[in-house]
């Protein structure tokens, strides 16, 4: 261990900005380590903060992790670097991507000197193109550093660490279902994930119809600040999500798919309302997606178990039975403007592993 004289946020596991300057941590370790986190999809959707700076979300969330989506992160820390270096699907990114993962880490290992890093991120998806890659790819560092600094977090706290990231970062922390929790106190110490069931719970399947590899042109954090400071429905969607939430609890754990799905597809629509009531208006769908939305409305009303949901873009996600996935695929890829699918599970947590051996798809 390399023994370093600056303040930390992990004191006695607790995560939360105010406690820095509590501790001191015992420094870091040489040489590098490998994490791989998994993208999540919101079943209960989360958007808009009650604290910014922070990054406390303004609505607890639920989501499902999914196995074929994942980044695969390497960090280490390195005195001779003069400022970190993010190499992302082999392209050094700089600017204001850059920052934000400085900052990260600034926020994580105190304000202080500290060692800059090498942080070597793949995703085996399009990155910022709505397949949450925000999320698998904080989750991975958050566990990454903390594997580097020996800190030992729990899950819970190692959620919160994401978070701070990234919101919907905290729920990539652990497979299968999870919540995202809202918390009441400003210190952030309750906004925790915790996981409600494993990958084993339910074999569902999750297909993303990719209508579009294009980096979106609003990023989630601007657009949910947007939709909280101007969208006329904006109290009403915070003051109906508890129910929503706690409903969607009882369908995951009875398994109860046509209650899921209704549910998500409420919670999609009722999100993408919200932000097209939004000044200025955003709308993260193209002509596919709503092209798509119909097609999988008519399986349905043909009587195939398939709903719905979309996130900040355009892609479709389509939640269904493991049973019907050749025909939707089929219908769904006959969409003009679908490129092609990814077939995904529910997925596991995220963990560190030895970069040869699992290799990224
Ligand atoms: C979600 N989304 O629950 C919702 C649904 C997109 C639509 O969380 O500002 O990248 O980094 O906390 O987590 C995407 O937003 O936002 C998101 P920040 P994040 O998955």
Request: glycine letters at 6%.
């Amino acid at each position: 261990m390399q023994k370093l004289n600056f303040e930390t946020v992990f004191a006695h596991q607790i995560v939360f900005v105010e406690n820095l300057n509590h501790s001191k941590i015992e420094g870091y370790r040489y040489g590098s380590v490998t994490a791989v986190a998994h993208s999540n999809i919101a079943l209960i959707k989360y958007w808009g903060k009650r604290a910014i700076q922070k990054n406390l979300p303004a609505v607890g969330s639920i989501s499902l992790t999914l196995d074929a989506l994942h980044t695969k992160t390497t960090l280490q820390f390195d005195e001779a670097l003069k400022q970190d270096v993010f190499l992302l699907n082999e392209e050094k990114v700089e600017g204001k991507q850059l920052k934000r993962i400085s900052d990260f880490l600034n926020l994580a290992v105190g304000y202080s000197e500290r060692p800059k890093a090498r942080i070597i991120s793949k995703n085996n998806f399009p990155t910022g193109a709505g397949l949450a890659s925000s999320a698998s790819g904080f989750a991975a560092l958050a566990l990454a550093l903390d594997d580097r600094f020996g800190l030992n977090l729990n899950r819970e706290n190692l959620s919160a660490l994401a978070r701070m990231g990234s919101g919907s970062a905290a729920r990539s922390l652990y497979g299968g279902f999870v919540e995202m929790k809202l918390g009441s106190k400003d210190d952030g110490s309750e906004d925790v994930a915790v996981q409600l069931k494993d990958e084993s719970h339910w074999d569902l399947r999750l297909l993303a119809a990719v209508t579009s590899t294009q980096k979106k042109d609003l990023g989630s954090t601007e657009g949910m600040n947007r939709t909280a400071e101007t969208a006329p429905f904006y109290d009403a969607w915070i003051s109906s999500q508890p129910k929503d939430i706690e409903e969607m609890k009882k369908a995951i754990s009875t398994k109860d798919f046509e209650k899921l799905g209704e549910l998500t597809e409420h919670s999609c629509f009722k999100m993408h309302g919200l932000a097209m009531a939004t000044r200025p208006p955003i709308l993260y769908w193209n002509a596919a997606t709503t092209e798509t939305i119909h097609r999988v409305w008519k399986l349905r009303q043909s009587g195939i178990p398939a709903f719905v949901t979309i996130d900040a873009g355009p892609q479709v996600k389509i939640l269904c039975l493991s049973d019907s996935v050749d025909e939707i695929k089929e219908a769904v890829l006959d969409v003009n403007g679908v490129e092609y699918i990814i077939e995904a599970k529910p997925g596991p947590a995220a963990r560190i592993v030895h970069p040869e051996k699992e290799i990224i798809r």
